[in-house]
């Protein structure tokens, strides 16, 4: 009788357990969705969720399982509702549970994707579809199959309106916001203020200042994405607050213009000081005169500059009295993210931007317009070699070992660049060469351009050419070794940057280039350089890369910039002065250099052994000192004074 009830007890439970999994037919059910709306910060209506009524733009059916929509579309997150409800309860389509920290999930544009359909409240916390690109989209929806299509139709619009407003105010978005008021000229609202870098704008249609983001539904005017650049003419959004901003880049006094019509809005600022002279400058390996050149204005008070010239290697512009030679001189413009490929239109030049453009070799026209703050990179072509005055074997004696993906900073930051004699346009270098000490590649110093093996000359899966002796080899610039590697598919390259040298024999060689032939050979015998005198025959190293360093010791307790120190020898720099108490740290060509063997160093004087690429924090203790860095024995010695 026990094992009866017991058995009737298990019944019972098992039978609520299974009850209790059975899921709701409205979770998985698609047959009773009669109508699908589209709601999001992408969407012209913004998050009109919650609110009462709720702000949805609905989808066309098509047939029981189909819906679709054009739509303009930003860069911001959407979902589809299949129950238009003022709070986030309900049925919603969204995308799968990818398991990822970040749920939600960049749309692929002309691909049919998955969806779920959601019952309850996970539309407020579930993974929402992400916009990468605004655009006017077609969005097709089968609720039977659960996938959706998006498909970019046209260019983003922007949206402007034809309602008349009493009053505008740009909006300056702190935790409150903060209005203030423009005038009205015509179809347009205008404004001249001062405002500082990483400030946050928008602009608001009320008759009235709001003190509260919720003061104002739907006359907002806002930008397609948050963070987009208030640089030059730029389209608006008019309607819900869709919580994106414009961010000011550079400080400075602007005149923004808003056309709420047209939906577009112009900032105007004149920043960049033009009774300073225009500079582009070669920033790797480091800043030296002869590697600034003065740009021209094509007109009078225009704050348009050209410069004209053969170019290979990393650039940026400095408005500067004087050519700059470190960057704490001048206002400095650059990209919006390091070793940017210029794009061949106008593009942003970033005031204060501590990057700069990788620039592949070439004859180049180059335009920037301080005003707008835009820079276009006109490739003229690839121009002759016959003007080549200094050609340098690079990579010979490699202090440390080899370091891959380097590219044009791999000759100077270990001493290993040697001029080669010139003839015409035939050049000579001889050299007793080692096993470990025998690959090498060539560079153009004047214009930072670096000479490629040909890549068809490699064995399988080599970056080397094994040259054999008194025979011709290809040459290549870095484009050509770039479009050969790219139409190959061949294996080669570090960051797309062909890696590629060439070996010789070993023992006493002699390096010939022929820029008439566009080809390179070697052969045995000649007359070495005196390594005695640096490797080079006494005619002069190429500078080294720019050796700094920071800290609150040198920077009145802050780390603060770096500073440089003085190149004296090659790859030996130096500095003299007074620290505080603090910490120090080191930096060549922007790698860390340090000891291997901690990451903090008490400091009261004595040499250290460093190498690139540790971080070592150096505390020292206050007083004068004399810092010698010598990068060719990789030795660093504070001196006390």
């Known amino acids: 009788m026990k094992l009866i009830k017991h058995l009737v007890f ?29 709601v999001g910060g992408a969407t012209p209506l913004g998050w009109g969720i919650p609110g009462n009524p709720p702000l949805f733009t609905p989808m066309t059916k098509i047939d029981n399982n189909t819906f679709e929509i054009t739509i303009m579309l930003s860069s911001s997150l959407l979902m589809f509702s ?7 309860e309900g049925r919603w389509f969204l995308p799968p549970d990818s398991g990822e920290l970040d749920l939600n999930v960049d749309i692929i544009e002309g691909q049919q994707m998955e969806m779920v359909l959601n019952y309850g409240d996970g539309g407020e916390a579930g993974p929402r579809w992400r916009i990468p690109k605004p ?57 001249t203020i001062p405002l500082m870098n990483n400030d946050h704008v928008k602009f608001n249609g009320e008759d009235e200042p709001i003190s509260l983001w919720t003061d104002s539904v739907d006359r907002w005017f806002c930008p397609l994405a948050d963070g987009i650049p208030a640089i030059d003419t730029l389209p608006v959004l008019f309607g819900i607050d869709n919580t ?54 094509t007109a009078l008070d225009s704050g348009i500059y050209e410069w004209t010239g053969v170019i290979s290697g990393h650039y940026k512009f400095c408005a500067f009295d004087t050519s700059p030679l470190k960057y704490t001189d001048g206002i400095w413009l650059g990209p919006e993210v390091d070793n940017k490929a210029p794009v061949g239109s106008a593009e942003i030049a970033t005031m204060g931007s501590a990057f700069a453009w990788r620039i592949p070799y070439g004859l180049y026209t180059i335009t920037l317009n301080t005003i707008t703050q835009r820079v276009t990179f006109t490739k003229d072509g690839e121009p002759s070699f016959d003007d080549i005055d200094d050609l340098w074997v690079i990579g010979v004696e490699l202090m440390p070992p080899w370091e891959a993906g380097t590219d044009i900073e791999w000759d100077a ?27 090498f590649r060539i560079m153009w110093r004047e214009n930072g351009m670096i000479f490629y093996p040909h890549p068809s000359a490699l064995a399988p899966s080599s970056t080397n050419v094994l040259m054999n002796p008194d025979t011709d080899y290809e040459i290549l610039t870095y484009d050509q070794a770039k479009k050969f590697l790219e139409d190959a598919s061949r294996p080669g390259s570090v960051g797309s940057i062909p890696m590629f040298s060439w070996r010789a024999g070993t023992g006493i060689q002699t ?64 500095w003299q002065g007074n620290l505080q108490n603090g910490q120090l740290q080191f930096q060549q060509g922007g790698i860390n250099i340090g000891t291997a063997s901690a990451t903090t160093v008490p400091v009261t004087g004595g040499t ?19 810092i010698s860095l010598n990068m060719i024995t990789n030795q660093l010695t504070f001196t006390p004074q």
């Open 511 to 574: 390096i010939t280039v022929d820029f008439d032939e566009m080809k390179i050979s070697y052969s045995a015998g000649g007359t070495p350089v005196d390594p005695s005198t640096g490797g080079d025959g006494g005619q002069g190293m190429p500078p080294g890369p720019a050796t700094t360093f920071r800290g609150p010791a040198i920077n009145n307790g802050v780390w603060g910039a770096y500073i440089p120190l003085t190149q004296g020898s090659p790859n030996i720099y130096t």
């Open 608 to 626: 250290y052994s460093v190498a690139r690429n540790n971080n070592t924090t150096f505390t020292m203790i206050a007083g004068a000192y004399a």
């Open 413 to 439: 930051p270990n001493n290993t660049a040697r001029l080669m004699t010139k003839n015409g346009n035939v050049f000579t270098w001889s050299y007793n060469f080692n096993e470990s000490r025998r690959h």
């Open 135 to 191: 655009a006017e989209y077609k969005v097709i929806l089968d609720i039977e199959a659960k996938t959706v299509v998006f498909t970019e139709v046209g260019e983003y619009k922007s949206g402007g309106t034809d309602i008349v407003f009493n009053k505008m105010w740009l909006i300056d978005c702190k935790e409150l916001p903060l209005p203030v008021e423009m005038n009205k000229i015509g179809d347009n609202w205008t404004i």
């Open 244 to 297: 994106f901003a414009f961010k000011i880049v550079t400080s400075g006094t602007y005149t923004i213009t808003l056309n709420p019509k047209e939906g577009t809005v112009l900032f105007y600022s004149d920043n960049l000081n033009l009774s300073k002279t225009l500079w582009f400058v070669n920033t790797k390996p480091i800043i030296s005169t002869a590697d600034s050149w003065q740009m021209t204005e």
């Open 10 to 38: 298990i019944a019972i439970i098992f039978a609520v357990l299974f009850t209790g999994c059975e899921k709701d037919p409205q979770e998985t059910d698609t047959t009773a969705i009669t109508s699908v709306s589209i």
């Open 82 to 88: 299949c129950d238009v409800k003022p709070s986030w």
